[in-house]
Structure formats: structure tokens, C-alpha cells
């Protein structure tokens, strides 16, 4: 089973780094290995499109749209 997790980016700076370790915690802990963690890239004036493309370089499961 594919588990899809959607979400936006908008000023989701400071939140960024937890989300994503508490949903891959989360994901592991329901033994789901096909999982994918999908971003909307809605404008966010911050800087956290920048920490999401770096961070798709480690975790391959990040998707940015």
C-alpha cells in the first residue's frame, strides 16, 4: 500500500524539519514502507522551498510540486 502525505509549504519554515521526522517516525511505526511525502510549493515568502530541495537530496521520498 502507498501512503501519500500532502501538505503546503507557506511560512512552514520552523516546522519543516519536525513534520518531516515525525511523519517518517509515524510512517515506520505503522510499518508502511511505500510512502511518499508530497509538498505544494504555494509561494511561501520563507526560505523553506530552499530546505525542502536540499533535504530531497537525502530522503528520496520528498516530492515538491
Do not use: C, H, R, W
Not at 6 to 15: E, G, H, I, R
Not at 17 to 46: M, R, T
Amino acid at each position: 500500500m502507498k501512503l501519500s502525505i500532502v501538505t503546503t509549504l507557506y511560512m512552514s519554515l520552523p516546522f519543516l524539519e519536525k513534520f518531516i521526522q515525525d511523519s517518517i517516525e509515524a510512517i515506520k511505526q505503522l510499518k508502511i514502507n511505500d510512502y511518499e511525502l508530497i509538498f505544494v510549493n504555494d509561494g511561501s515568502p520563507d526560505t523553506s522551498i530552499d530546505f525542502l530541495i536540499e533535504k530531497q537530496k537525502i530522503i528520496k521520498e520528498i516530492i515538491i510540486i
